[in-house]
């Protein structure tokens, strides 16, 4: 199965900066989950919980305590101890790692103006994840240049988006999917969008 086939069934993918908040996740209509907070004891319980439910697992190796976000060995650990589907990372030899043990690599880019826009679009070129992560996700301009040049990748919008507006809006510019973790908008489908 590809990336695309992974996220791109339903719009909304669970952004948890709480682990608390996984049995939500779990019983709301979302597919995948991005861990974006807690511990590495926390993410180790919680994945195995959502893949229980049958549910997608990615971990965002910057932003949970006691992983490093520079070693290629947390990949590995990620893959063989925690059990994830993928990671989220702005590291691009991070993604070439998960590559080789076989999870999903997600790009995370922030665009913040026109350089960081060229460098972004240079790097999936040579990185080549499985998809990338764009924040923040309600610039339509960025994710229509992404999806323009790499209609191949599943791309991802992530941050401030918080009504179903702007979810529409996003999905509309060509995102893919959407990271969000207003919780309001995780029953979302693309009929209701």
């Not at 924040?135 to 988006?161: C, E, N, Q």
């Amino acid at each position: 199965m590809n990336l695309l086939h992974k996220v791109g069934q339903k719009p909304i993918i669970a952004a948890l900066r709480n682990v608390q908040d996984v049995e939500q996740a779990i019983e709301s209509q979302v597919d995948n989950i991005f861990f974006m907070g807690g511990t590495v004891k926390e993410i180790i319980n919680a994945v195995q919980l959502v893949k229980a439910a049958g549910k997608g697992t990615f971990v965002h190796v910057d932003l949970i305590k006691g992983l490093s976000n520079t070693d290629k060995e947390t990949v590995s650990f990620i893959s063989d101890y925690i059990g994830a589907d993928g990671i989220v990372t702005p590291k691009s030899h991070l993604i070439a790692e998960a590559k080789k043990a076989n999870l999903f690599g997600i790009l995370h880019l922030f665009i913040i103006d026109s350089l960081a826009l060229q460098n972004g679009l240079k790097a999936v070129e040579n990185v080549c994840p499985d998809g990338v992560e764009l924040m923040p996700g309600v610039v339509r301009k960025t994710i229509a240049a992404f999806t323009d040049v790499y209609d191949h990748i599943p791309i991802i919008a992530s941050g401030l988006i918080h009504t179903k507006e702007e979810a529409a809006e996003c999905l509309e510019a060509g995102a893919t999917s959407l990271s969000v973790s207003e919780q309001s908008l995780w029953s979302l489908t693309f009929q209701d969008i």
